[in-house]
């Protein structure tokens, strides 16, 4: 194994900054007289809050220790090798800080092939191997657990999956070979395409068990003991594990079909990751594993070279790092305790948001509005909300219990408010309206509480210019579905103090929403980009361009959803009222669709009707449009749109509306569901070369993004 030691000692010096993972070897006897088994353990040294990952000095220690277990296995001295990892976390996968500083292809290739010279030595022992699942495992965690002859889960095991094409890679340590393998191409499809590229949904242990991964499952708290119990029954012949003929006909075809549909429906071809994928998954039907490996080995060299992993990890470390670490976020200290909050109003959004304070900060919230039925409403929304997730089992009934009393109703806001921290208005998107609220709330709550407003696009310090202490004033701008959507977009007016600020930042922290400092401009940051995007596809439609055209265009950026699709998410009223804000404050750039304003004066919902499953214009819409007779190929409809974002991120950087262009992609993604492959919006304007031929420059310098120079 000379080869793959000097191959691993290769990568290492590329790789300074690796956290490395020790490989343990300790032995045990197994019960009932099974022998004496050889259990490593792989640890970094740190807690369950730094996972354990596989660098090359890593993969290198995991070397050592199979050299180890197989002279024993070989001796005759073990009857079994075991793999497990420290408390809470097995194994997170490949170490991508090192990956980020290749800058060969030959590198990029030992990367895949010293992974894969490692992990299949398990498979080759002389004596049965076991992975035990004790905890997260994810990439590469996952794989080396497949090149063991038998596995156990954990039934606390909280995430457990194949993430790479979310991140613009393949699984390529065995990944895509293996799993169709063990258990079918359809579900492994599931777990490496499908799950992947629905926002790296995460299986649970029940879950890794169902599939066919885990050949048993035992409760996390003595899951190591039952594990080798299991193993002792197993080695004596007393368990035998009988897995499920593999289909290797049609019905492998058919899951490599509904794979490449997935992919299409999500990326619409633009990132390569999960096709190279499938590719794979297809070749791997005749059971090849060498082949396979080396299939496995070139894709991934070709994805670390590639734009689309480079994005993608951009965009990892911007929701990982920088969304925990906002720019520009006043000191922590400064922040003041929130012990209850109070919501004006009691509509779809002001109830999401009182059931998110009640649940994340589990403090009382109060919801207020003008009669009682509308707060009755309000109320009875979130503890509906509270009895569904009481009927998930994401709560017990205490806790269902506890939420229910938490939250409560009042017409009276001087009774309502005179004890509240943090008071945060949902009300009808109108100035006058919102200035008249909060001088009804200053003057009933205590001088120390927080003002927030949940404005989309509205100035704040206009809203706090009339109050006696406008300085306690704070957007706090939520995305809807307000649950699921992490952005929370943090404003400061021009009076607001740094006591405020770090107080908003701190209940943005305990409802585990992604904060982003901006400035107090119009529409912030998401709005003012997705409007000037949305106006310049409805700008083509009113020229003359067919809408299904205008559509298409958009469909290489392999967004979640079409413009108009998204307009009818976000309703056309709101886009309208959107678009007036913001033609108001930037008359030359943004404008007013006059057939918008038709769709919106006629009651309709959106541009589509549903009835066949896919959307289809409404005829009733088409008789409304008026268009001229201007027609854009797809290709002049991106160019110009791509272009407008182009001019108005830099617009926005140059007025500092955010601290840098990290920060809007950081917005998109975590507020607009903007594609990770993509890095958000500025590493493809960059690569689409969009960025230099708008504003003369690119937004991100070379290595932030992209293969370094």
């Known amino acids: 194994m000379t080869n793959t030691a000097e191959l691993l000692k290769g990568a290492a010096e590329l790789f300074p900054g690796e956290v490395v993972t020790q490989a343990h070897v300790r032995h045990l006897d197994l019960p009932q007289d099974a022998g004496r088994f050889a259990l490593i353990t792989l640890d970094n040294g740190l807690d369950h809050t730094k996972p354990t990952t596989f660098g090359p000095a890593s993969l290198a220690n995991l070397n050592t220790a199979i050299d180890q277990v197989e002279k024993e296995a070989a001796d005759g001295e073990i009857t079994g090798v075991g793999i497990t990892g420290k408390p809470f976390i097995f194994a997170v996968g490949a170490d991508l800080k090192g990956v980020e500083l290749l800058k060969r292809h030959e590198d990029a290739l030992a990367i895949g092939k010293g992974g894969h010279d490692v992990f299949k030595r398990l498979s080759s022992l002389a004596v049965p191997t076991f992975a035990y699942y004790n905890g997260a495992a994810m990439g590469g965690g996952v794989e080396v657990g497949l090149h063991c002859a038998y596995r156990t889960v954990s039934a606390a095991l909280p995430a457990f999956s194949l993430p790479e094409v979310f991140l613009g890679l393949v699984p390529g340590w065995g990944g895509c070979t293996l799993l169709p393998n063990l258990i079918g191409a ?56 009988v897995r499920p003929e593999i289909d290797r006909g049609d019905a492998w075809h058919e899951a490599v079909v509904r794979g490449r549909a997935i992919a299409d429906g999500k990326v619409h071809g633009a990132a390569p990751a999960a096709y190279r994928a499938l590719e794979i998954i297809d070749a791997a039907r005749n059971g090849d594993l060498a082949r396979g490996y080396e299939a496995e080995e070139k894709a991934l060299a070709d994805l670390i070279m590639g734009s689309e992993l480079r994005s993608g990890i951009y965009a990892f470390n911007l929701v990982q790092k920088r969304g925990k670490r906002p720019a520009g976020a006043p000191d922590k200290s400064l922040a003041r305790p929130v012990s209850k909050v109070g919501v004006v109003g009691a509509g779809l959004m002001a109830s999401q948001l009182a059931l998110l304070f009640a649940r994340r900060l589990e403090v009382p919230v109060v919801l207020t509005d003008i009669d009682q039925e509308r ?110 959507l992490p952005l929370l977009e943090i404003v400061r007016g021009e009076k607001t103090d740094d006591a405020s600020l770090a107080t908003a930042f701190g209940v943005a922290k305990k409802l585990k929403k992604t904060a982003v400092l901006v400035k107090d401009a119009p529409a912030f940051v998401v709005n003012r980009i997705l409007t000037r995007f949305m106006g310049e596809i409805q700008n083509v439609i009113d020229e003359g361009t067919p809408v299904d055209v205008a559509e298409r265009a958009i469909e290489p950026l392999g967004l979640p959803m079409s413009p108009l699709v998204l307009l009818e998410l976000v309703g056309p009223a709101i886009g309208l009222h959107v678009s007036e804000t913001l033609h108001g404050a930037f008359p030359d750039r943004f404008t007013v669709s006059e057939n918008l304003k038709r769709v919106v004066e006629a009651g309709k919902r959106g541009f589509y009707v549903h009835d066949s499953g896919k959307p289809e214009l409404d005829p009733e819409v088409a008789a409304l449009l008026q268009q001229g007779d201007t027609v854009l190929t797809e290709e002049q409809v991106r160019a110009r749109v791509l272009d407008a974002v182009a001019q108005e991120i830099g617009l926005m950087l140059e007025e500092g509306v955010v601290a840098e262009a990290q920060d809007i992609d950081l917005c998109l993604i975590t507020g607009a569901g903007w594609p990770f492959h993509l890095g958000g919006i500025t590493p493809y304007l960059d690569r689409e070369g969009v960025s230099e031929r708008v504003n003369g420059k690119t937004f991100l310098a070379q290595g932030v993004a992209s293969v370094p120079a």
């Not at 579900?187 to 991964?213: D, F, H, P, T």
């Open 186 to 241: 359809d579900r492994a499809v599931s777990v490496i395409i499908e799950n992947s590229l629905n926002q790296n949904k995460q299986l649970k242990g029940e879950q890794v068990y169902e599939l066919g991964i885990a050949d048993a499952i035992f409760e996390g708290a003595d899951f190591l003991e039952q594990s080798l119990i299991w193993t002792a029954a197993v080695l004596k012949g007393e368990i035998e594990v």
């Open 375 to 484: 707060v009755d409403k309000g109320v009875g929304y979130v503890h509906g909300e509270i009895d569904k997730l009481l009927l998930k089992g994401r709560i017990n009934q205490d806790k269902a219990n506890r939420l229910k009393a938490a939250v409560t109703g009042s017409l009276d806001k001087a009774a309502a408010f005179s004890d509240a921290d943090f008071v945060i208005e949902a009300v009808f998107e109108e100035m006058g309206v919102k200035q008249k609220v909060f001088a009804e709330v200053e003057a009933v709550v205590p001088e120390h509480a927080i003002l927030a407003t949940n404005t989309s696009s509205l100035s704040v310090s206009e809203m706090a210019a009339q109050l006696k202490h406008p300085e306690r004033v704070v957007g706090f701008h939520f995305f809807n579905p307000v649950a699921i």
